[in-house]
DNA sequence: TGCCTGATTGCCT
DNA sequence: GGCAATCAGGCAA
């Protein structure tokens, strides 16, 4: 399947968030393939951006952020959940986009194990969700979304199984930070 | 070392 | 709509 060459990840962090949004997200498990069209996203703006992990400069923990766009950074969050951004920019810019919510198209089934057979409208309506239906964790912190093999990667929106939508412009949600900034990307199905 | 907060979620009222 | 769960990171002492 088709994915995102490098150099897509390079264009302005909050192009980058805009575009993502109908692309397919794809997680090759050992339980099976799952994948779900990006329906939510948020740009964080790295040491310009208080609300961004990066704001204060590189740790351990961010470390991915401030390597070449395209890779994972994954964090641990409110002791209980985790988090997937793709890292933008060249090496040594920390800024990223979080991928808060997909919807799901393959494996379906597996998701709904993953998530306790939660109702469906609460599979992968946020953040965490997210990353526990598709089975994404700690040990895909840095994966490269460009380079084989390929097991976690982005292909480039194809929305003809989707209905016809608008793109909504939002502040990102749960921070204290730079709260008013119009940085959250929602793909948002129209009514005809 | 101790305290507080957090890019969240799910259960309770 | 309110709030507890649960722990790693950041900052003050």
């Not at 704001?55 to 997937?84: D, L, V």
């Amino acid at each position: 399947m088709n994915h995102f060459a490098p150099e897509f990840f390079l264009q302005p962090t909050e192009q980058i968030a805009r575009a993502l949004l109908g692309a397919l997200l794809v997680h090759e498990t050992p339980e099976g393939r799952v994948s779900g069209f990006i329906s939510e996203t948020e740009a964080y703006l790295g040491v310009r951006d208080p609300a961004s992990h990066a704001f204060r400069g590189e740790t351990k923990r961010n470390a991915a952020m401030f390597g070449p766009g395209g890779h994972a950074y994954i964090y641990f969050i409110y002791g209980n959940h985790f988090c997937i951004n793709v890292t933008t920019q060249k090496q040594g810019v920390g800024e990223g986009v979080l991928i808060r919510g997909i919807i799901p198209y393959e494996g379906i089934e597996l998701m709904r194990q993953r998530r306790g057979n939660r109702p469906d409208k609460d599979l992968t309506n946020g953040p965490g969700k997210v990353c526990q239906a598709m089975g994404i964790g700690p040990e895909m912190y840095g994966h490269d979304f460009s380079q084989p093999p390929l097991q976690l990667f982005m292909a480039p929106a194809d929305l003809s199984p989707l209905k016809t939508h608008e793109i909504v412009v939002t502040p990102r949600i749960g921070i204290s930070q730079a709260v008013d900034l119009p940085l959250r990307f929602v793909l948002k199905p129209i009514d005809l």
